[in-house]
């Protein structure tokens, strides 16, 4: 279970989200990535403003917690560089991964952080979420992107597509699940990642 960045109604991208999450009992926990104008990494969903709370201090409050995950999802590429040396200086460079990895992030992703992990994101059609050959198309693409997943919106998961990304080896991230019925609905689809406020 990933704790959405404002989970338990706390602030967006704060130090206080991560907490809760943590608090909380979930695995993972997950923040926006945006860079300043001068390249700082900071967590932010849209461009930086001042104030934001910066990646150097995400990473030292989690370096604290050995077991948490690190779910970074990232709204722009411009100094992605400097994301996997922080982790290292926190020692938590084995424990981070990447999601908000757009079609044209790909090979920013590939070229600045090598060494991270992530999940492809990707608008699945509803209508033929059931359907295997169009599936196997979304496995393909993952696997171009040399991405370990697929992460996508809630409302358009299903078991087929679950468990033909599970035959070819590759990983399945929902979000962002915030109902009862819609948490029953998609913890029987066995994904491998539930993202949840």
């Not at 704060?14 to 967590?43: C, M, Q, R």
């Not at 722009?76 to 996997?84: A, E, F, I, M, P």
């Not at 050959?133 to 998961?157: R, T």
Request: proline share 3%; glycine share 6%.
């Amino acid at each position: 279970i990933t704790a959405h960045t404002g989970c338990m109604d706390t602030e967006d991208n704060s130090l206080e989200s991560i907490k809760k999450g943590i608090e909380n009992g979930a695995s993972v926990v997950e923040f926006d990535l945006y860079f300043t104008k001068d390249g700082t990494p900071v967590l932010a969903h849209d461009e930086p403003v001042g104030g934001e709370v910066t990646l150097d201090e995400a990473f030292k409050l989690i370096s604290q917690y050995e077991e948490v995950l690190v779910n970074v999802d990232i709204k722009t590429c411009d100094n992605l560089g400097s994301v996997y040396p922080l982790a290292v200086k926190y020692g938590v460079e084995d424990r981070i991964f990447y999601t908000g990895v757009k079609d044209e992030f790909v090979e920013y992703v590939k070229k600045d952080s090598p060494q991270v992990k992530y999940y492809l994101n990707a608008d699945v059609d509803k209508s033929k979420a059931d359907d295997r050959e169009y599936i196997l198309s979304l496995v393909e693409k993952v696997k171009k992107a040399g991405a370990i997943g697929i992460n996508f919106n809630h409302k358009n998961a299903t078991k087929e597509l679950v468990n033909v990304f599970h035959e070819n080896g590759l990983l399945v991230s929902i979000w962002t699940v915030n109902d009862e019925y819609n948490m029953y609905r998609i913890i029987s689809l066995e994904p491998d990642n539930i993202t949840t406020r």
